[in-house]
C-alpha cells in the first residue's frame, strides 16, 4: 500500500491541554481551600501558559506525516470554561467581602459616629459650628477582614462639610476649613481627605470649594491655602469658572439692554461705541457690586 493509499491517523489538538488544565484547576482549587492566605489570582496571570501547551501540541502532531490534524473545539471551550470556574473561585471571596452586608454595616456605623464626633469636636467653637450647615463622612475599606471592620492604614475616611456664607474672599473660607480640620485632629478623629464648599443661598454669589488631603494644611497660611480654593461664580442662574466670565456674559447683556433703551428714546437710533462702553461699565459696577458677598455684608 502506498503512501497517498494509507490513512492517517487523526489527532485532535486541545484534548492534552484540557487534561492539563483540569489537572492544575484541580490541585489549585484544593490548596485554594486548606490555605486561606493562597493567592489564587496570581496564578491565574500565567494561564496564557495554556497557548503555548496548545502551539506544542500543534508542532509536535503537524511535524508528523502520517497524522492529521484537527481542532478539538469542544476540549477548548472546556478549557475556558474551567479557567472560568477557577477565575471566579479566585474573585467570588473579594466580591462576598466587598458588598458582604457586615462590610455595609461596618461602614455605616464608623461613618456615623464620625459625623457625631465631628460635631462634638465642634462644641469648643460655638460661632465656627454655627457655619456648619451639614457635614456627613465617607469610609471606603481597601482591605481584607475575616471578622469585624475597622479602620485601617490605606483605607478612606472622608469628611464633607458645608459652611453657611456668604464669605468676603476665598481666604476667609479656607481659614474656617483649616480651623474645621484642625478640630478633627485636635480630637484624633483620623480624616484622611476633606471636602468643603460654601454655597450662596442667592443666585447671584459666589460659592467656594477646598478638596485637600489631611496633610495638606500643615504649615501653611490661610492665604496660601486660599490659592487651592476653586471658585464658582453665579448670575442670572447660570455658573461660571471665573469673574472674568461672569462679567463678559452681564456685558453682553448690559450692552443690548442699553442699545434698546436708547433706541427706545431716539427714535430708532443706536449709541455711539463711546457711550456704550461707558454705560455698560457703569452698570457692571452697579450689579457686580450687589452680586458681591461685601456688599450683602454692609
Known amino acids: 500500500m502506498d503512501e497517498q493509499t494509507t490513512p492517517k491517523k487523526v489527532r485532535r489538538v486541545g484534548s492534552i491541554a484540557l ?12 490548596v485554594y481551600q486548606f490555605v486561606p492566605q493562597f493567592d489564587l489570582l496570581k496564578i491565574l496571570k500565567f494561564s496564557p501558559v ?17 497524522v492529521k490534524v484537527k481542532f478539538d473545539w469542544l476540549a477548548m471551550l472546556g478549557t475556558a470554561f474551567t479557567l472560568c470556574i477557577v477565575g ?21 456605623r464608623i461613618e456615623s459616629q464620625k459625623a457625631d464626633a465631628m460635631y462634638n469636636a465642634m462644641t469648643a467653637d460655638p ?24 479602620l485601617q492604614s490605606g483605607d478612606d475616611c472622608i469628611l464633607y462639610a458645608a459652611l453657611q456664607g456668604p464669605y468676603a474672599d476665598a481666604e476667609t473660607f479656607a481659614a474656617d476649613c483649616m480651623a474645621v480640620m484642625q478640630r478633627a485632629a485636635d480630637d484624633g478623629l483620623g480624616f484622611t481627605c476633606y471636602h468643603f464648599n460654601a454655597d450662596e443661598d442667592t443666585d447671584d454669589g459666589i460659592s467656594y470649594y477646598l478638596d485637600c488631603v489631611a496633610s495638606y494644611p500643615a504649615g501653611l497660611t490661610a492665604a496660601q491655602v486660599a490659592q487651592r480654593v476653586q471658585a464658582s461664580y453665579h448670575y442670572d442662574n447660570n455658573s461660571f469658572l471665573s469673574e472674568a466670565d461672569r462679567d463678559d456674559y452681564i456685558r453682553r447683556q448690559l450692552q443690548n439692554e442699553i442699545s434698546d433703551e ?7 437710533a443706536y449709541p455711539d461705541e463711546k457711550y456704550l462702553n461707558e454705560e455698560t461699565e457703569r452698570r457692571l459696577a452697579e450689579r457686580t457690586g450687589m452680586a458681591t458677598p461685601e456688599s450683602a455684608q454692609a
Do not use: C
Not at 51 to 58: D, K, N, S
Open 19 to 30: 487534561a492539563l488544565v483540569l489537572i492544575a484547576a484541580g490541585v489549585l482549587l484544593i
Open 50 to 66: 495554556i497557548l503555548i501547551a496548545l502551539g506544542i501540541e500543534m508542532l509536535v502532531y503537524s511535524a508528523r506525516p502520517d
Open 88 to 108: 471566579t473561585a479566585a474573585l467570588l471571596p473579594l466580591a462576598i467581602s466587598e458588598w458582604s452586608p457586615a462590610r455595609n454595616y461596618a461602614q455605616n
Open 127 to 150: 460661632a465656627l459650628k454655627a457655619k456648619l450647615n451639614s457635614l456627613n463622612v465617607e469610609v471606603h475599606f481597601f482591605h481584607e477582614a475575616d471578622g469585624d471592620y475597622t
Open 262 to 268: 436708547y433706541a427706545d428714546r431716539h427714535d430708532g
